[in-house]
């Protein structure tokens, strides 16, 4: 039997509804309008994509949005001078600067600059710190939205076998704390794991975050797993044909592949439209989260962990 499709649009779309109503009562009930800055520098064309999905989205939503595009040849001081503007500002509530920077700026000095209340890509020290102690504090977006579709589809996940691809901070590292914190046995696989596929297949949660083309096949998977697939990789489609300029077309995969994994698995999230638009939907999440934490206001339900 196919497995179910994971429809993370559609889980991102009610997700986004839930945090407008959320912001809507902030507004009318406390005058408060929670606000992201979202720091850009350089000119790189995928990140000016994603910084301007972010900013539409946080409007959409009823929150301000606070774009700041810096020249690719900025200071690192003159950075850390605008991280700490914004720790400041009591209207901005949530701080993100857009990786990757030029390579004369310091990813790790960016990250521990930035106040760990308003630290909505969960990347700060003191939230992985947090996380890995079970306290509460900010998550990174990725996972946050991986463990919302999986306690979506399986309800409870206490005593399932986990098995995580990939030990990035972004994403591998927080997931399996997730997921641990919600009781399932988890094993964090990596490029030196040896028999990765024998160790896939014990899995009753697969995550998939590598950044390898259909790197996980059909026969890695245990029948009737459920599959999480976080890659985005663009691969040459000659079969689409050229663009006007000549070169072949693209498109879109995973880290697993599709077709082989579905006929195996119980449910699986496609690429695109499956963990992509939950990254952006739970940085408004944690948006609100922050807000509603530095205001001294009860948390709504089902934003964060
Ligand atoms: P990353 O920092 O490059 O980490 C990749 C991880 O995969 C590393 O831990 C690496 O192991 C492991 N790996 C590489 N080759 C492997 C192999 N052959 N077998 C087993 N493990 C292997 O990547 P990331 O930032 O976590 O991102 C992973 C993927 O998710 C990328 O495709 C990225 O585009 C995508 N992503 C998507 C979203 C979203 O919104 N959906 C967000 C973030 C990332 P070592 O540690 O041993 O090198």
Redesign the pocket.
Known sequence: MAAERIDGKAFAAKLRGQIAAEVAKLKEGHGITPGLAVILVGEDPASEVYVRNKGRQTLEVGMNSYEYKLDADTSQADLMALVDKLNADPAVHGILCQFPVPDHLDEARIIAAISPEKDVDGLHVLSAGLLATGQKGLVS??PL?CLMLLRDYLGSLSGLEAVV????????KPLAQLLLGDNCTVTI?????RD?PDVVRRADIVV?????PE?VTGDWIKPGATVID????RIDAPERGTNEDGSVKTRLV??VEYDSAAAVAGAITP?PG???P??IACLLANTVTACCRSNGLPEPKGLTV
């Open positions: 977006c990725t939205g691809v990939g030990r990035s901070n972004l994403v591998g696989a990596h490029s030196r794991t990765l998939a975050a590598v950044g390898r790197m976080v890659g985005i990789n995973g880290d690429v499956g963990v992509g939950m990254t």
